[in-house]
């Protein structure tokens, strides 16, 4: 069996392993988010030498930055999308089968209150067909004072009572590995720090990839009897000429992130705001209480770090002084902001958030771009992908209906490597790693076993990361491999220390190379994960 994890080796010899042995791919995806990663992998699944390259690192653009949620889209039902509603529901319950411990249930509550849209019943419908959608039900309305038990903080004047429902959350980032890490177990190849700078047409058709080391500056060509673009925001790139316009509408969608104990919500709570009727969420993530989301026009380059606005800072800050007044939220609670670019297909709506969240795929002389949609929907736009694909490959008579994401890799491991921890943790590393967690467990050193005060990652994660998940840079491990960059005050300065000795020992790097990294990531997280100057942001209570 190929293996599961990134072999040092791999880097080191870069040019043979994109020769293929002098053959050309079946198929090069261009591009490491959640689609790319999907698409290899089902590629593999079905037979295809296939190759994904990343221009940065796994994950780095909308795949670590969405709202980290999982979720039919109840919002879509409002829309008429109804077909779009019933896959992304078909494809929660199977994510939270096929990757518990990385896909878990999350129940949210929505505050009913007198005068507010939507009302009662409209939510109440809404929820019904949900629920036919997902072959399920339950009790969603629930009195004031039963719904304040479930939502102690929330504002209380004028409040009728609540709804409760059920969607699931995950931790992004690591989706996407679990993915490319099934995909290698299955012959598959990924590499990230690649970018493709240009597509190579023969015949009028796209036969290859002209390549960038973008850590070494060396440039490859790679052979290709098929490619896809599924670099989501950044898809026109590739694919612009003079006879093709853009189809992309880059949205960028900013998060803040607070201590659980200053925004404690024992469920999500989802809110509409009350400036614009928009969509909010506050939900538990990762040992935190996480706050999204804005929708706008993102105009910046794409080839730099997204980050939060000022003006974005005070919108989520007014969400939160509408739905929990009695905490007094301030800019000082918060740990950390993200912001992501969404890949948006353009219709010309002057609202952002009236655009819809449906993939699409367009064949122009045999490349074929892929963006669009949504986390939850992935496998489906892999599957659409790779049948627009197929003739291209002629000889290639593909299966293309769904199978389970993952094995259940508890049938073939030893139990006895997790007898000592939590059941929470031990399902966090199976739904993380897999078939690997045995291995995950057994590389720990003394006290690697203990969580990261404030968080729910555990030390030996790090020491994988680092061994075994192809980290080039500090903010890989930090922002991506780990969250610890968005869970812990300051990016997590405090626990660099022993995160040197983990990787000075695993990275080999020496003092130098450690005091660049540390530097460069610290620098970064001021700058894109940090709040704008206190000074920019407006006060958000004289908009109430």
Known sequence: MASSVWDSDERSDLGAVLSNQ??????????????????????????????????????????????????????????????????????????????????????????????????????????????????????????????????????????????????????????????????????????????????????????????NDTITGQDYQ???????????????????????????????????????????????????????????????????????????????DLQTETVITPDEVTYLMEALAFQFPSLALGL??????????????????????????????????GLLTVTGGKLTTFRLIALDALKNLAPLLPEWRPDLRITPLFDNPRNNCNSHLELDLPRSQRDRLFGHYGRLAPEVIASAREHELELIPGTETMWVELRWAARYESVLQLEDLLLRRTRLGLLLKNGGVECLPRIRTICQGELKWDDTRWNVEQAAYLELWKKNYALPPKSTIKDWLVNE
């Open 332 to 365: 000082d609670d918060i740990i950390a902001t993200y912001a992501g670019v969404r890949p948006v297909i353009d219709t010309g709506k002057a609202d952002p958030s009236k655009e819809g969240r449906d993939h699409a795929v367009w064949m122009e002389k």
């Open 222 to 300: 790679i052979r290709a009897r098929s490619i896809i673009n599924a670099t989501g925001a950044w898809a026109d790139r590739l694919r612009l000429s003079k006879e093709l316009n853009g189809k992309i509408r880059p949205l960028r969608g900013s998060h803040l992130l607070m201590p659980g104990w200053r925004l404690p919500v024992a469920q999500a709570v989802s809110l509409m705001h009350p400036r614009d009727g928009r969509p909010v969420f506050v939900y538990p993530w990762e040992g935190v209480t996480l706050v999204g989301t804005t929708d706008v026009d993102h105009h910046a």
């Open 22 to 211: 002098g053959l050309p791919w079946d198929l090069v995806v261009i591009g490491g988010g959640i689609t790319g990663a999907g698409i290899l992998l089902e590629a593999a699944r079905r037979g295809l030498k296939a190759l994904l390259i990343e221009q940065r690192d796994f994950a780095w653009g909308t795949s670590s930055r969405s709202s980290k949620l999982v979720h039919g889209g109840l919002r879509y039902l409002k829309e008429g999308k109804f077909h779009l509603t019933r896959d992304s529901v078909r494809e929660r319950q199977a994510l939270m089968q096929d990757a518990h411990g990385l896909v878990d249930h999350q129940s949210f509550a929505f505050a009913d209150y007198q005068g507010r849209k939507p009302g009662r019943w409209m939510f109440a419908l809404g929820l019904a067909i949900y629920d036919k959608m997902a072959r399920q039900t339950a009790r969603h309305y629930f009195p004031t004072d039963e719904f304040l038990m479930m939502t102690p903080h929330i504002g209380r004047q004028n409040l009728k009572g609540g709804l409760s429902y059920h969607d699931a959350k995950t931790d992004d980032a690591r989706l996407v590995m679990r993915v490319l890490q099934e995909a290698k177990s299955l012959g598959a190849t990924a590499i990230n720090y690649l970018a493709a700078s240009k597509i190579d047409y023969v015949n009028e058709l796209a036969k290859g990839v002209q390549a």
